[in-house]
């Protein structure tokens, strides 16, 4: 069998994109069997993601990318969304720009532009908004009014897209230290009192208890101290973790 026939399988890829979607698992999608190679890269690398075995899920798809012949805009696409739970924004931006690439009629710029501002490259959310502009010049991206306010902030407390990123992993990376689901509705804002201003990061994470939330808390200060981040981009970057029912 084909990887170009396997692949247009509809009932296939409805179901393993409505999991990855969803957040869902479906037993039918991860049990899936097939004789074609990128089918069962596709199965593995999915199943990797909800078992939360990130190297799993990278080499699969890696590999399923390589040896696809039909909707590679689509599995990139996929990639991306599995990457996201573990805070991977960075990498499924520039899949999402792969993707967008690949197959420009289908508006995949959007999810580019939010990944790479969940990521904290605000610099890079507005560079790309441009694009945004003169492709879709009657739709406002989510991130069009507020990504130059932060933009201008960064530049005032000279933090750099690297500088939040990095920051950003590390308060991600303790959150794969747990075993903890998090949603992509990540709350962004640039409040302000009389004295300051400064970003806050909001992490919703699924059903989580105020006692594991005051324990992240903890481990997230002793961590950034740990991890020697400016002392200037620690007093403007608020993380907080929020909980999040189903």
Not at 131 to 148: C, G, K, M, T, V
Not at 175 to 185: D, R, T, V, Y
Request: proline share 4%; with cysteine.
């Amino acid at each position: 069998m084909s990887s170009q026939f396997a692949i247009q399988s509809p009932a296939f890829f409805e179901q393993i994109t409505q999991s990855i979607m969803s957040g869902n698992v479906n037993p039918l999608m991860l049990n899936h069997y097939s004789s074609d190679e990128c089918d069962t890269y596709l199965t593995q690398g999915t199943r990797a993601r909800f078992e939360g075995n990130i190297q799993a899920l990278q080499a699969n798809y890696e590999q399923a990318i390589v040896v696809s012949t039909a909707k590679h805009a689509h599995i990139l696409m996929l990639y991306a969304n599995c990457l996201t739970p573990f805070g991977r924004f960075s990498q499924a931006a520039q899949l999402m720009l792969q993707a967008d690439d690949a197959s420009p009629k289908i508006n995949y710029l959007n999810d580019a532009i939010y990944f790479y501002g969940l990521a904290g490259r605000f610099h890079q959310v507005v560079e790309l908004l441009r694009n945004w502009e003169e492709r879709y010049p009657n739709d406002q991206h989510q991130f069009s009014q507020l990504a130059p306010k932060i933009m201008t902030f960064m530049d005032e407390k000279k933090v750099s897209d690297t500088d939040l990123a990095g920051l950003i992993n590390s308060v991600f990376s303790l959150l794969n230290q747990h075993p903890l689901a998090i949603s992509q509705n990540i709350i962004i804002t640039l409040p302000e009192d009389e004295e300051s201003q400064w970003l806050h990061y909001g992490i919703p994470v699924f059903d989580l208890s105020v006692e594991n939330m005051v324990m992240l808390d903890f481990e997230l200060a002793d961590k950034l101290v740990d991890e020697n981040f400016p002392t200037h981009l620690m007093g403007y970057f608020v993380p907080s973790f929020e909980s999040y029912l189903k």
